[in-house]
């Protein structure tokens, strides 16, 4: 049981270490983001964006499946901030407009993260992705 | 009960985080400072005499009497023992004096420029360079009626071996920079190749951060144009009769490529599995192999230096064997995605002769580390 366990605790650091031998290289926004969004620390909403660059656009699909929308991203390499804007649908089913400033950060690590501010409607929060 | 195993399972992970990253083949700018010089002088505790670096442990015994173990990388043992050196050539016990140049990083390590046996003064574990090829010595050899082998002549033996330049820069621009591709100057980023504003920016984080995101440094495979970058060589078997030809590689993970000669068409990237070494087909323009190479993912960085690539890459490379001991490897780089416009470098690449490529594996360092001291120093 014991040595079982011991097993465990080696194979679980082992992959979370191998994991990172697989990150993607290309233009460091292509992927699939996952994190939330939300006003306050315990109140958050989820959001899945997953965005692509075709060597002229990053072009990004917010929460992919029926309700999902496409966004159009921007860049700016120079300091590697990134705004999200789009139309899409809230948690009523109601169309709202929605736009998002954030920061990537740790830009050559596999689980980078954007991070910034979330407008939705009239709502204003935090945002952080991950990349997966 | 329960508990107890959840101990042992910390105490398993605990182990595991000390262990080296599967390290490998780090380049050395990301791991030393050249810009600080160190001198050490200590007896010789440990010898580690592992792929692709050889370490020596010495103990340094400071002003106050501290004594701290550190670790000193003397070099490949492939090169080493090329050059007459073997693992008991210093001896547990013997003091030695060393220059060289520390980590970066907070360890106890550094990499030697000069190993002194302090009794002899005799200086240990130098590489003799060998003399410089005389090109056009002997014609390349060829296949009957036909074009020149990029193996060896019938009955002999013998592999490509270091490049001239471990560097891709597009041709006819002179930067700067060190044989990891380190910029001297990083204004002179835009100048290595067509970048496009992402690609430009992310080269210079990754020249700013002195490559330590490398794939590389973990062993993932130097596809794209690195593995004909690195000092271990590669070997070319050709087989005409059923139309493919071999590339053996003889660093990285140790892998191989088929580059298809029968008149097959160039792979379209929405048809293949997108590999570290892509999907080549290949063509003779008289004596030179033209080859055309896409399907590459972007899991690994394609040359030394830290460019960055997409999936939109395509290679072409050709390689033009000018005699007998000479290899000309020149790429025009395709990646609308990365760079504004294709571009070429290249590099001649020298043949070594009467021996085979020796065996080397970038995990091999990985697994000794993790077993000899687990210190996790080495090569974090």
């Not at chain 1, 315990?42 to 060597?55: A, E, K, L």
């Not at chain 2, 063509?283 to 997409?310: A, I, M, Q, S, Y």
């Amino acid at each position: 049981m014991r040595l079982r366990a011991f097993y465990w605790g080696c194979l679980l650091t082992f992959l979370s270490l191998v994991v990172p031998s697989f990150a993607q290289q290309g233009h460091p926004l292509t992927g699939t983001w996952n994190g939330d969004w939300g006003s306050n620390p315990t109140q958050r909403t989820p959001v899945t964006i997953v965005m692509s660059w075709d060597g002229k656009d990053v072009k990004g699909i917010v929460n992919p499946g029926p309700d999902s929308s496409t966004t159009l991203v921007t860049v700016d390499v120079s300091n590697w901030t990134v705004r999200f804007e789009t139309d899409m649908k809230d948690a009523s089913g109601k169309m709202v407009h929605v736009s998002a400033d954030g920061k990537l950060d740790d830009l050559g690590s596999y689980h980078r993260t954007i991070s910034g501010t979330w407008h939705q409607g009239a709502a204003t929060g935090t945002f952080k992705l991950t990349r997966e | 009960m329960k508990q107890a195993s959840w101990k042992i399972a910390a105490l398993g992970l605990g182990i595991a985080l000390a262990a080296p990253l599967a390290p490998g083949q780090r380049t050395a700018s990301a791991e030393y400072d050249a810009e600080r010089k160190i001198k050490l002088s200590g007896p010789v505790v440990k010898i580690d005499w592992t792929n692709p670096s050889a370490f020596i442990g010495i103990n340094v015994r400071d002003a106050s009497g501290t004594v701290a173990a550190w670790e000193v990388e003397i070099g490949n043992p492939l090169d080493l023992e090329k050059s007459g050196w073997r693992w008991d050539s210093v001896h547990i016990g013997d003091m030695v004096n060393v220059d060289g140049f520390p980590a970066r990083g907070p360890e106890l390590q550094a990499k030697a420029n000069s190993v002194v046996l302090a009794r002899t003064g005799a200086k240990l574990f130098t590489i003799s360079s060998k003399p410089a090829v005389k090109t056009a010595s002997q014609p390349a050899p060829r296949w009957p009626g036909s074009h020149v082998r990029l193996g060896p002549a019938p009955g002999k033996k013998g592999y490509w071996g270091p490049p001239s330049s471990t560097v891709l820069v597009e041709t006819g621009v002179n930067v700067p920079m060190n044989k990891d591709g380190l910029l001297v100057n990083i204004s002179d980023a835009g100048k290595v190749a067509p970048f496009q504003p992402w690609a430009k920016a992310l080269y210079e984080y990754r020249q700013r951060t002195l490559f330590k995101d490398d794939p590389y440094n973990r062993c993932i495979p130097p596809g794209g144009v690195r593995h004909f970058q690195n000092p271990y060589g590669f070997q070319f078997l050709e087989q005409p009769e059923i139309g493919r030809i071999l590339l053996f590689l003889g660093g990285g993970d140790r892998n191989w490529r088929i580059i298809y000669t029968d008149g097959r068409p160039m792979g379209q990237k929405d048809d293949l599995v997108l590999t570290y070494y892509g999907a080549s087909t290949g063509r003779w323009d008289k004596d030179t192999l033209v080859v055309d190479t896409v399907g590459f993912n972007e899991k690994f960085w394609f040359t030394n230096g830290g460019l960055p690539h997409t999936e939109a890459l395509h290679l072409t490379e050709r390689f033009t064997r000018t005699d007998m001991d000479t290899l000309r490897y020149q790429v025009t780089v395709d990646d609308p995605r990365t760079y504004t416009r294709p571009w070429n470098g290249g590099w001649t690449i020298r043949w070594v002769p009467d021996q085979e490529i020796q065996e080397y594996f970038c995990e091999e360092n990985a697994e000794s580390t993790f077993l000899s001291n687990g210190s996790g120093g080495k090569y974090q």
